[in-house]
Nanobody, 115 residues
């Protein structure tokens, strides 16, 4: 059974940091590109960051460049999103996504940036 389980979301003040994790199981994690998306209320889901199957290549949305870092540990079947200098506009549900021959989604984790 394929599972992507996100964790690490929560409430943080502007300027703060959070680290999201996504634990994968049920498929060959090391063969998949991994991505983080987010969806704010009333807005479309948007791509935040992506990382290649080996971790050698990453890309980011312009809105998070220099503040967010995506990484992965293929030995632990886990992908991470380190989020620094958080802003209120980063408030959203964050989703983990795996894509290769098939595509899988996690259930999402809420991130709220507010004072």
């Amino acid at each position: 059974q394929v599972q992507l389980v996100e964790s690490g979301g929560g409430l943080v003040q502007p300027g703060g940091s959070l680290r999201l994790s996504c634990a994968a199981s049920g498929f060959t994690f090391s063969g998949y590109v991994m991505r983080w998306y987010r969806q704010a209320p009333g807005k479309e889901r948007e791509l935040v960051a992506g990382i290649s199957s080996t971790g050698g290549a990453t890309r980011y949305a312009d809105s998070v460049k220099g503040r967010f870092t995506i990484s992965r540990d293929n030995a632990k079947n886990t992908v991470y999103l380190q989020m620094n200098v958080l802003k209120p506009e980063d408030t959203a549900v964050y989703y983990c996504n795996a894509v290769a021959r098939y595509e899988y989604w996690g259930q999402g984790t809420q991130v709220t940036v507010s004072s």
